[in-house]
């Protein structure tokens, strides 16, 4: 599968367990080792060796503290530091999300987060 239709999915910027889920919308597992994930200003982590997602499967990134309540960029990088997805976000509030719907898709306010789950039934403007 192409590497480039790994997405951003959703993430939770408000607490020390801020966190980021990955979606993989192709059929086949992708490695993503190496991937990284930052801010606008610094490398917030790094996928380490053996991480993989599963077809049609996620992945979530615990990025404690990192991400910026009052707003904020994520991007996605492959391996070669070549750009994958990115998404910009004004400020959160504590409980509410912000993810794909339906998974992969546009980006709405979620009220209840799906963390490390499809975002179809549970992420709901």
Known sequence: ???????????YAYSSNDW??????????????G?????????????????LIPGSGFVVAEVGNRLNVGGDTITLSD???????????????EGISEGR????????ICQTAS???SNEEICQP
């Open 20 to 33: 980021v889920e990955l979606y993989n919308p192709n059929a086949e597992t992708t490695d993503i080792s």
């Open 35 to 51: 991937w990284t994930l930052k801010d606008s200003t610094s490398l917030i982590f790094t996928f380490p060796e053996n991480s």
């Open 79 to 93: 391996n070669n530091e070549s750009l994958v997805d990115e998404v910009s976000y004004d400020a959160t509030a």
């Open 1 to 11: 599968p192409a590497p480039q239709n790994i997405v951003i999915n959703e993430f």
């Open 101 to 108: 719907s339906p998974d992969g898709g546009a980006w709405i």
């Open 115 to 117: 963390k490390n789950a």
